[in-house]
Protein backbone atom coordinates (compact mmCIF):
# COMPACT_ATOMS: atom_id res chain seq x y z
CA UNK A 1 0.00 0.00 0.00
CA UNK A 2 1.05 3.60 -0.71
CA UNK A 3 0.24 6.77 0.41
CA UNK A 4 -0.82 10.43 -0.16
CA UNK A 5 -0.69 14.15 1.19
CA UNK A 6 -2.27 16.77 -0.54
CA UNK A 7 0.59 19.76 -0.66
CA UNK A 8 -1.46 21.96 -2.89
CA UNK A 9 -4.40 24.86 -1.94
CA UNK A 10 -7.06 22.04 -3.68
CA UNK A 11 -7.13 19.23 -5.91
CA UNK A 12 -9.88 17.85 -7.97
CA UNK A 13 -11.02 14.37 -7.56
CA UNK A 14 -12.75 12.74 -10.66
CA UNK A 15 -14.77 9.95 -11.66
CA UNK A 16 -12.29 8.99 -14.16
CA UNK A 17 -8.40 9.34 -15.05
CA UNK A 18 -9.19 11.98 -17.51
CA UNK A 19 -8.90 15.89 -17.20
CA UNK A 20 -12.13 15.29 -19.39
CA UNK A 21 -14.09 13.70 -16.66
CA UNK A 22 -16.96 14.57 -14.82
CA UNK A 23 -15.22 16.54 -10.76
CA UNK A 24 -17.27 14.31 -8.10
CA UNK A 25 -14.97 15.60 -5.18
CA UNK A 26 -12.03 18.10 -4.01
CA UNK A 27 -8.95 17.55 -1.63
CA UNK A 28 -7.89 20.25 0.36
CA UNK A 29 -4.32 20.98 1.00
CA UNK A 30 -3.24 18.60 4.42
CA UNK A 31 -5.72 15.83 3.62
CA UNK A 32 -4.11 11.86 3.41
CA UNK A 33 -5.07 9.35 1.53
CA UNK A 34 -4.13 5.95 0.29
CA UNK A 35 -3.01 5.10 -3.31
CA UNK A 36 -5.55 2.04 -4.44
CA UNK A 37 -4.44 1.76 -8.13
CA UNK A 38 -2.00 4.12 -9.71
CA UNK A 39 -1.40 4.59 -13.57
CA UNK A 40 1.04 6.79 -15.91
CA UNK A 41 -1.13 10.00 -14.95
CA UNK A 42 -3.44 8.99 -12.80
CA UNK A 43 -3.84 7.48 -9.32
CA UNK A 44 -7.14 6.42 -7.30
CA UNK A 45 -7.11 7.38 -3.99
CA UNK A 46 -9.05 6.40 -1.07
CA UNK A 47 -9.45 9.45 1.32
CA UNK A 48 -8.61 9.25 4.93
CA UNK A 49 -11.44 11.32 6.49
CA UNK A 50 -14.34 9.80 4.76
CA UNK A 51 -13.08 6.73 2.92
CA UNK A 52 -14.29 8.80 -0.88
CA UNK A 53 -12.63 7.10 -4.16
CA UNK A 54 -12.04 8.60 -7.02
CA UNK A 55 -9.11 9.66 -9.76
CA UNK A 56 -6.27 12.41 -9.00
CA UNK A 57 -3.65 13.69 -11.28
CA UNK A 58 -0.31 12.29 -10.05
CA UNK A 59 1.51 15.55 -10.35
CA UNK A 60 -1.01 17.13 -7.47
CA UNK A 61 0.05 15.33 -4.22
CA UNK A 62 3.50 14.03 -2.57
CA UNK A 63 4.17 10.88 -1.42
CA UNK A 64 4.56 9.75 2.00
CA UNK A 65 5.27 6.37 3.50
CA UNK A 66 2.63 4.74 5.98
CA UNK A 67 4.54 6.12 9.40
CA UNK A 68 4.09 9.58 8.49
CA UNK A 69 0.60 8.63 7.24
CA UNK A 70 -0.12 7.20 10.64
CA UNK A 71 0.93 10.25 12.55
CA UNK A 72 -0.71 12.63 10.43
CA UNK A 73 -4.12 11.26 10.91
CA UNK A 74 -4.12 10.06 14.30
CA UNK A 75 -3.70 13.63 15.72
CA UNK A 76 -5.99 16.37 16.23
CA UNK A 77 -6.56 18.21 13.44
CA UNK A 78 -6.18 21.60 13.32
CA UNK A 79 -7.69 23.84 10.62
CA UNK A 80 -7.73 27.14 8.26
CA UNK A 81 -10.54 29.71 9.82
CA UNK A 82 -9.94 32.26 7.05
CA UNK A 83 -12.11 32.20 3.61
CA UNK A 84 -8.60 32.13 1.57
CA UNK A 85 -5.41 32.36 3.55
CA UNK A 86 -1.47 31.63 2.68
CA UNK A 87 0.94 28.69 3.36
CA UNK A 88 4.66 29.56 2.17
CA UNK A 89 7.21 27.42 1.23
CA UNK A 90 10.61 28.61 0.45
CA UNK A 91 8.85 31.97 0.98
CA UNK A 92 6.94 31.37 -2.31
CA UNK A 93 2.82 31.34 -1.31
CA UNK A 94 0.18 28.87 -1.66
CA UNK A 95 -3.35 29.54 -1.32
CA UNK A 96 -5.68 27.63 0.95
CA UNK A 97 -8.83 27.95 1.86
CA UNK A 98 -11.56 27.58 4.68
CA UNK A 99 -11.00 23.85 6.29
CA UNK A 100 -7.76 23.20 4.98
CA UNK A 101 -6.04 20.79 7.04
CA UNK A 102 -2.70 22.62 8.98
CA UNK A 103 -1.37 19.17 10.87
CA UNK A 104 1.53 18.72 7.83
CA UNK A 105 2.85 22.01 8.09
CA UNK A 106 5.97 20.88 9.64
CA UNK A 107 6.53 18.16 8.01
CA UNK A 108 6.30 19.86 4.43
CA UNK A 109 8.53 22.34 5.90
CA UNK A 110 5.95 25.47 5.40
CA UNK A 111 5.05 28.11 7.10
CA UNK A 112 1.73 29.57 8.21
CA UNK A 113 0.72 32.60 10.17
CA UNK A 114 -2.48 32.99 9.83
CA UNK A 115 -5.93 31.78 12.18
CA UNK A 116 -6.91 28.33 13.37
CA UNK A 117 -10.12 26.25 14.03
CA UNK A 118 -8.93 23.62 16.83
CA UNK A 119 -12.11 21.67 17.12
CA UNK A 120 -13.94 21.73 20.89
CA UNK A 121 -17.16 20.69 21.87
CA UNK A 122 -19.60 21.91 19.15
CA UNK A 123 -23.24 23.67 19.76
CA UNK A 124 -26.06 24.99 17.57
CA UNK A 125 -25.05 28.30 17.59
CA UNK A 126 -21.55 26.83 16.57
CA UNK A 127 -22.92 24.90 13.27
CA UNK A 128 -24.61 27.90 12.45
CA UNK A 129 -22.06 30.79 12.65
CA UNK A 130 -19.33 28.23 10.78
CA UNK A 131 -22.48 27.19 7.75
CA UNK A 132 -22.90 31.20 7.31
CA UNK A 133 -19.30 31.73 6.30
CA UNK A 134 -19.90 29.84 3.17
CA UNK A 135 -22.90 32.25 2.19
CA UNK A 136 -23.62 32.83 -1.39
CA UNK A 137 -20.41 30.66 -2.31
CA UNK A 138 -21.63 29.03 -5.89
CA UNK A 139 -23.14 25.76 -6.28
CA UNK A 140 -20.48 23.64 -7.63
CA UNK A 141 -21.17 19.73 -8.17
CA UNK A 142 -18.11 18.06 -6.66
CA UNK A 143 -16.87 21.28 -4.47
CA UNK A 144 -15.71 21.78 -1.13
CA UNK A 145 -14.84 25.18 -0.80
CA UNK A 146 -16.09 28.89 -0.49
CA UNK A 147 -15.29 29.59 -4.35
CA UNK A 148 -17.65 26.55 -5.37
CA UNK A 149 -19.89 23.77 -3.23
CA UNK A 150 -22.17 21.31 -3.42
CA UNK A 151 -24.74 20.71 -0.78
CA UNK A 152 -23.06 17.41 0.43
CA UNK A 153 -19.87 19.20 0.50
CA UNK A 154 -21.18 22.05 2.48
CA UNK A 155 -22.87 20.05 5.40
CA UNK A 156 -19.70 17.92 5.73
CA UNK A 157 -17.23 20.81 5.69
CA UNK A 158 -19.48 22.63 8.08
CA UNK A 159 -19.74 19.58 10.43
CA UNK A 160 -15.92 18.63 10.07
CA UNK A 161 -15.32 22.27 11.32
CA UNK A 162 -17.48 21.34 14.24
CA UNK A 163 -15.65 17.93 14.68
CA UNK A 164 -18.68 16.04 13.26
CA UNK A 165 -17.58 13.21 10.72
CA UNK A 166 -19.71 12.85 8.00
CA UNK A 167 -19.72 11.00 4.87
CA UNK A 168 -19.00 12.55 1.51
CA UNK A 169 -22.55 12.08 -0.07
CA UNK A 170 -26.08 13.16 0.78
CA UNK A 171 -27.47 9.74 0.62
CA UNK A 172 -24.29 8.38 2.87
CA UNK A 173 -25.06 11.35 5.44
CA UNK A 174 -28.92 10.47 5.88
CA UNK A 175 -27.47 6.53 6.52
CA UNK A 176 -25.77 8.77 9.45
CA UNK A 177 -27.06 10.07 12.97
CA UNK A 178 -31.05 9.78 14.42
CA UNK A 179 -34.21 10.87 13.01
CA UNK A 180 -35.61 13.87 14.63
CA UNK A 181 -38.77 15.47 14.02
CA UNK A 182 -38.95 18.73 12.31
CA UNK A 183 -40.23 21.76 15.14
CA UNK A 184 -40.82 18.99 17.39
CA UNK A 185 -37.15 17.62 18.69
CA UNK A 186 -35.44 19.27 15.88
CA UNK A 187 -32.81 21.48 16.56
CA UNK A 188 -30.89 24.35 14.88
CA UNK A 189 -27.75 23.07 13.16
CA UNK A 190 -29.62 19.66 12.35
CA UNK A 191 -29.81 18.54 8.86
CA UNK A 192 -32.92 18.34 6.77
CA UNK A 193 -32.57 15.72 3.52
CA UNK A 194 -35.00 15.97 0.56
CA UNK A 195 -36.20 13.15 -1.96
CA UNK A 196 -36.98 13.32 -5.66
CA UNK A 197 -40.30 11.82 -7.25
CA UNK A 198 -38.78 8.28 -6.12
CA UNK A 199 -38.17 8.64 -2.74
CA UNK A 200 -34.54 8.67 -3.47
CA UNK A 201 -32.14 11.46 -1.22
CA UNK A 202 -31.49 14.23 -3.51
CA UNK A 203 -30.70 17.19 -1.51
CA UNK A 204 -29.50 18.20 2.29
CA UNK A 205 -29.50 21.38 4.06
CA UNK A 206 -28.71 22.62 7.61
CA UNK A 207 -31.75 23.74 9.93
CA UNK A 208 -31.42 27.36 11.26
CA UNK A 209 -33.92 28.88 13.96
CA UNK A 210 -37.46 30.06 13.14
CA UNK A 211 -38.14 27.56 10.34
CA UNK A 212 -34.95 28.81 8.13
CA UNK A 213 -32.29 26.45 6.41
CA UNK A 214 -29.51 27.42 4.72
CA UNK A 215 -28.28 25.02 2.08
CA UNK A 216 -26.21 25.04 -1.24
CA UNK A 217 -28.75 25.83 -4.40
CA UNK A 218 -27.34 27.76 -6.61
CA UNK A 219 -25.32 29.38 -4.41
CA UNK A 220 -25.39 28.82 -0.63
CA UNK A 221 -29.02 31.17 0.55
CA UNK A 222 -31.30 31.03 3.00
CA UNK A 223 -34.83 30.25 2.78
CA UNK A 224 -37.78 29.14 4.31
CA UNK A 225 -38.52 25.28 5.47
CA UNK A 226 -41.85 23.67 6.75
CA UNK A 227 -42.91 20.13 6.52
CA UNK A 228 -43.48 20.02 3.29
CA UNK A 229 -40.08 21.37 1.91
CA UNK A 230 -37.50 24.31 1.29
CA UNK A 231 -39.57 27.21 -0.24
CA UNK A 232 -38.01 29.24 -2.27
CA UNK A 233 -39.12 33.19 -2.37
CA UNK A 234 -37.37 33.78 -5.43
CA UNK A 235 -39.20 31.56 -7.66
CA UNK A 236 -42.44 31.42 -5.26
CA UNK A 237 -42.61 27.97 -4.87
CA UNK A 238 -41.25 24.82 -3.31
CA UNK A 239 -37.73 23.94 -4.81
CA UNK A 240 -37.24 20.52 -2.30
CA UNK A 241 -39.63 17.65 -1.15
CA UNK A 242 -38.79 16.84 2.60
CA UNK A 243 -38.15 13.68 3.13
CA UNK A 244 -36.73 13.73 7.12
CA UNK A 245 -34.63 15.07 9.32
CA UNK A 246 -31.45 13.95 11.11
CA UNK A 247 -29.56 14.50 14.33
CA UNK A 248 -25.85 13.94 15.04
CA UNK A 249 -24.85 15.84 18.12
Known sequence: MRYGLC??????????????????????????????????????????????????????????????????????????????????HNNHPISIVLGSNLNPINF?????NGEKIIIKKTTSKQILK???????????WGGKTPFGIDCSGYSQMVYMLNGIRL????????????????????????????????????????????NFIIHSHGKVRIDTLDINGIFNSDIKKYSHKLKFVKNYF
Open 7 to 88: NLGIVGIRNSPSDKSELVSQILYGECFKLLEQKDKWSRIKLYYDNYEGWIDNKQFKLIDKNTYTKLTSQNSIFSAELISFIY
Open 108 to 112: LKHKY
Open 130 to 140: TAMLYINAPYL
Open 167 to 210: NRDASQQAKQGKIVQLNINSKAGDLAFFQNESGNIIHVGIIMEN
